[in-house]
């Protein structure tokens, strides 16, 4: 990570670029992501384990102003510490948008789920997606980011590198609104 180039546009969920630091021990690797992050666009973090959660760990889920896991234990402090440790590391590397995974407690934006481990979805953010909002940060999911604008593709490290996927020609303009916003 030290090696990326500065400023680094995106800051993204460390699960999409491939590592596996999900709740459950998974990933949930999109290749898009994962280019980023080989191109040097792309800086990744996990906030659940940097806020000192082991992977595995129980799945947890937003209730109101507080973070609770299925077990029933509060994880708010683990939580919100992470998502500072995370937003630390995105302002170092010159970070000004995210690509986070949908519906997570941490990462999801826009809609996530509602605190009763019951699939249901409300509206709302997770500690990290909140906190880059309220600094000012574009943030995407890995289902609402358009894909690379023509600047950012210019300023890739090894531009080359980067396939079509990553471009994503096919879908809405880079202008478009992001979550929450
Ligand atoms: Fe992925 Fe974010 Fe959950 Fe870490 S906290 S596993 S990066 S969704």
């Known amino acids: 990570m030290t090696d990326l180039p500065r400023p680094c546009r995106f800051v993204v969920s460390a ?6 630091c ?20 792309a ?25 609770v896991s299925n077990a029933g234990r509060d994880v708010t402090a683990e939580f919100a510490a992470g998502a500072e440790a995370a937003l630390y590391i995105a302002e170092e590397y010159g970070c000004s948008a995210a690509i986070l995974k949908a519906r997570s407690p941490s990462c999801g934006c826009g809609r996530i789920y509602d605190g009763t481990f019951s699939r249901t979805l409300i509206e709302g953010n997770g ?20 894909g690379l604008s023509p600047e950012e593709r210019a300023s890739a490290t090894h531009p080359g590198g980067l396939s079509a996927s990553a471009s994503a020609p096919d879908i809405s303009p880079h202008t478009e609104p992001s979550c929450g916003r």
């Open 43 to 67: 800086v990744p973090v996990c906030p659940e384990e940097l806020g000192g959660l082991p992977t595995p760990r129980d799945p947890s889920e937003r209730r109101d102003d507080t973070v």
């Open 127 to 146: 500690l990290f997606a909140e906190l880059l909002l309220k600094k000012g940060f574009e943030v995407f999911t890995e289902e609402t980011w358009p």
């Open 22 to 41: 999900r709740y459950d021990g998974r990933t949930n690797h999109k290749p898009e992501v994962a280019e980023l992050v080989a191109s040097g666009l």
């Open 15 to 20: 699960c999409l670029a491939g590592l596996h």
